[in-house]
Antibody
Framework: QVQLVESGGGVVQPGGSLRLSCAAS????????MHWVRQAPGKGLEWVAF????????YYADSVKGRFTISRDNSKNTLYLQMNSLRAEDTAVYYC??????????????WGQGTLVTVSS | DIQMTQSPSTLSASVGDRVTITCRAS??????LAWYQQKPGKAPKLLIY???SLESGVPSRFSGSGSGTEFTLTISSLQPDDFATYYC?????????FGGGTKVEIK
């Protein structure tokens, strides 16, 4: 079955950087678009970024554009989120999620368990 | 950007009740709408996509309807496992976003 396991979260100072990873298994990773979605403590869901199955297209929320970079390594079945210039408002649980279809966009069928990022001095 | 507004933000109901949650988009999104269920400390779970298509394995008491700017999620007979927070999400553009959520509580 589909399994998505995030890692790389932790505590970082404002202005710092962190790289999240999402290890995928149970499906053909190289055939599906992938998303990052975050949830601040006690708040709702916020879409962060998307990458096409082959890495050819990437989209970002305005709140992270220019600071975060989504990427993937299909040979390692792994999705990444490089987060730079972190702010207190980036504190959240970060989820990776798989698209429902190989060429679809926007239907997040499978989710990881999340990794917590805390930006604090 | 398209704004998604859910109502109510909190809903108190009893087991067996029919529950309806509304989601409004600030502009037409055709049928590009999904619904998710989230329980405390857990990842969201896809329930409905393309406004009315039931995700595989989701009980038939869940249904979605609507198009354009107004959408509803209906639970025909609320079960104990259904007490959770529900989110709508539009994907009409390459900047998808979620509604603020509706928490379904035990009355």
């Amino acid at each position: 079955q589909v399994q998505l396991v995030e890692s790389g979260g932790g505590v970082v100072q404002p202005g710092g950087s962190l790289r999240l990873s999402c290890a995928a298994s149970g499906f053909t990773f190289s055939s599906y678009g992938m998303h990052w979605v975050r949830q601040a403590p006690g708040k709702g869901l916020e879409w962060v970024a998307f990458i096409r199955y082959d890495g050819s297209n990437k989209y970002y929320a305005d709140s992270v554009k220019g600071r975060f970079t989504i990427s993937r390594d299909n040979s390692k079945n792994t999705l990444y989120l490089q987060m730079n210039s972190l702010r207190a408002e980036d504190t959240a649980v970060y989820y990776c999620a798989k698209e429902v279809g190989s060429t679809s966009f926007g239907t997040l069928k499978s989710w990881g368990q999340g990794t917590l990022v805390t930006v604090s001095s | 950007d398209i704004q998604m507004t859910q109502s109510p933000s909190t809903l108190s109901a009893s087991v067996g009740d029919r529950v309806t949650i509304t989601c409004r988009a600030s502009q037409s999104i055709s049928s590009w709408l999904a619904w998710y269920q989230q329980k405390p400390g857990k990842a969201p779970k896809l329930l409905i996509y393309k406004a009315s298509s039931l995700e595989s394995g989701v009980p038939s008491r869940f249904s979605g309807s609507g198009s354009g700017t107004e959408f509803t999620l209906t639970i025909s007979s609320l079960q104990p496992d259904d007490f959770a927070t529900y989110y709508c999400q539009q994907y009409n553009s390459y900047s998808p976003n979620f509604g603020g959520g509706t928490k379904v509580e035990i009355k």
